[in-house]
């Protein structure tokens, strides 16, 4: 899985870029900072 981002206003969208018509995550920024710390800590 390849995944791609996409800040617009004040959420970033995620998806897999090898399924461009698959589902997408959508977090607002706070959401998505919360998210990339966690994986750095893992």
Not at 16 to 25: C, E, H, Q, R, V
Request: glycine share 2%; charged share 20%.
């Amino acid at each position: 899985m390849c995944v791609e981002l996409a800040c617009v206003a004040n959420v970033v969208a995620l998806r897999d870029s090898k399924a461009p018509n698959g589902p997408t995550l959508i977090l607002s920024r706070r959401q998505f900072s919360r998210l990339a710390d966690a994986l750095k800590n893992t």
